[in-house]
């Protein structure tokens, strides 16, 4: 059985609203990186968050859709788009930005529920595609002020680029648990522009 918060570990009681709310998505987030979601329970989550698991089923039905609100609050605001002038600059700080992201407390938390039995949840399949949905969508307007510019191959496939900029660092921490930093997130960079740059992320043209 997995163990609940140590008492070190349990907020003090917190008001009411929105600062619930806060509370408890903290806690969510908390017991998902120290525990995964198979060890998750709402008892824990309320315990850590200081409030009582009634409190926390008055607005979530359940672990699953604590969850999805947990992770889903961070999706719109965890990686700005840079806009540097520059695509070398551009690309480098989205692939820092990535790693900070997921070596953090959210990134950890999404980590561990993704290499669990969550990813069979339709929420929580449906979060996770628009988890990287939103992140391609708010990251191709950098690859468009590229080709703009003429720094990069008209016809370069922002969504390839990005995946080709992302899958490195993705790999690093999905599959063989490696540690990740700006010299990964770097080279992931240097890696996808020098692939655009040749024209393999270029879509095929049309016959006309």
Do not use: C
């Amino acid at each position: 059985m997995e163990p609940g918060p140590s008492p070190s570990d349990r907020a003090r009681p917190v008001g009411r609203g929105p600062k619930v709310r806060a509370a408890v998505l903290a806690a969510t987030l908390a017991e998902l990186t120290g525990g995964g979601y198979a060890a998750l329970t709402v008892d824990n989550v309320a315990h850590r968050a200081g409030v009582h698991k009634t409190t926390v089923y008055r607005r979530w039905k359940d672990r699953e859709s604590l969850v999805v609100d947990a992770l889903g609050e961070h999706i719109a605001a965890d990686i700005p788009a840079p806009d540097t002038h520059a695509v070398e600059t551009d690309l480098r700080e989205l692939a820092r930005s990535l790693v900070r992201t997921m070596t953090g407390t959210t990134g950890q938390a999404i980590i561990a529920t993704m290499l669990s039995d969550a990813v069979r949840v339709p929420e929580i399949a449906d979060l996770r595609r628009r988890l990287f949905d939103d992140r391609l969508r708010r990251s191709r307007p950098v690859i468009a002020r590229a080709v703009e510019r003429g720094e990069l191959p008209a016809g370069t496939d922002p969504d390839e680029l990005l995946k080709t900029l992302a899958a490195p660092i993705y790999f690093r921490l999905l599959i063989t648990a490696e540690t990740v930093d700006e010299t990964t997130a770097d080279d992931a960079a240097r890696v996808a522009l020098a692939a655009a740059l040749a024209g393999a992320l270029s879509r095929p043209r049309e016959n006309s």
